[in-house]
T-cell receptor, first 114, second 110 residues
Framework: ETGVTQTPRHLVMGMTNKKSLKCEQHLGHNAMYWYKQSAKKPLELMFV???????ENNSVPSRFSPECPNSSHLFLHLHTLQPEDSALYLC?????????????FGPGTRLTVL | KQEVTQIPAALSVPEGENLVLNCSFT??????LQWFRQDPGKGLTSLLLIQSSQREQTSGRLNASLDKSSGRSTLYIAASQPGDSATYLC?????????FGKGTKLTVNP
């Protein structure tokens, strides 16, 4: 596998479920990101990890819980979500947190909350 | 707070046309600007990245320019093809954060 991969690609869950999104990057990067893309809104940055340490949390509700066990893997744990959390969740990575080489994105997980 | 605006929101052109997509941003203190392509329901593919010290970048039929002082960037697509149909996103990297516009949805008709 190359680049940034995300699983699952599609997820449907009820409001009481607990699920996790997984992201893996094969680029040797040190920074990883979670973004949310809702219909007709710009991509919103949720979390930033640099060298496995969370360096930014953009006022995201606690029902979203990120985890970065190593520099190649990033998880987003979901619990007690709301229907308005339905969106495309994108993972990205970059060489460093403020890399001049830009960010590389995964294909995303399409989440539907019923 | 950085704000990124993309005009037009949607564009439909016949195959073969040359076209320009526009991006403007409010804070000129940026590290770089990136243009992405997004196909429906898919992730983002990076097309071009322009460093703050550069004026333009080219890749095949794509040319992106950057005028940092006026807060503007353009993406020029030459000889458009139906396969170019997608949403094009402009993202500005400043203060260690990437800020996106809402995108321009491009349709190239055969």
């Amino acid at each position: 596998e190359t680049g940034v991969t995300q699983t699952p690609r599609h997820l449907v869950m009820g409001m009481t479920n607990k699920k996790s999104l997984k992201c893996e990057q094969h680029l040797g990067h040190n920074a990883m990101y979670w973004y949310k893309q809702s219909a007709k809104k710009p991509l919103e940055l949720m979390f930033v990890y640099s060298l496995e340490e969370r360096v930014e949390n953009n006022s995201v509700p606690s029902r979203f819980s990120p985890e970065c066990p190593n520099s190649s893997h990033l998880f987003l744990h979901l619990h007690t979500l709301q229907p308005e959390d339905s969106a495309l969740y994108l993972c990205a990575s970059s060489q460093e947190r403020d890399s001049a080489l830009g960010q590389f994105f995964g294909p995303g997980t399409r989440l539907t909350v019923l | 707070k950085q704000e990124v605006t993309q005009i037009p929101a949607a564009l439909s052109v016949p195959e073969g046309e040359n076209l320009v997509l526009n991006c403007s941003f409010t804070d000129s203190a940026i590290y770089n600007l990136q243009w992405f392509r997004q196909d429906p329901g898919k992730g983002l593919t990076s097309l071009l990245l322009i460093q703050s010290s550069q004026r333009e970048q080219t890749s095949g039929r794509l040319n992106a320019s950057l005028d940092k002082s006026s807060g503007r960037s353009t993406l020029y697509i030459a000889a458009s093809q139906p396969g170019d149909s997608a949403t094009y996103l402009c993202a500005v990297h400043g203060s260690e954060k990437l800020v996106f516009g809402k995108g321009t949805k491009l349709t190239v008709n055969p």
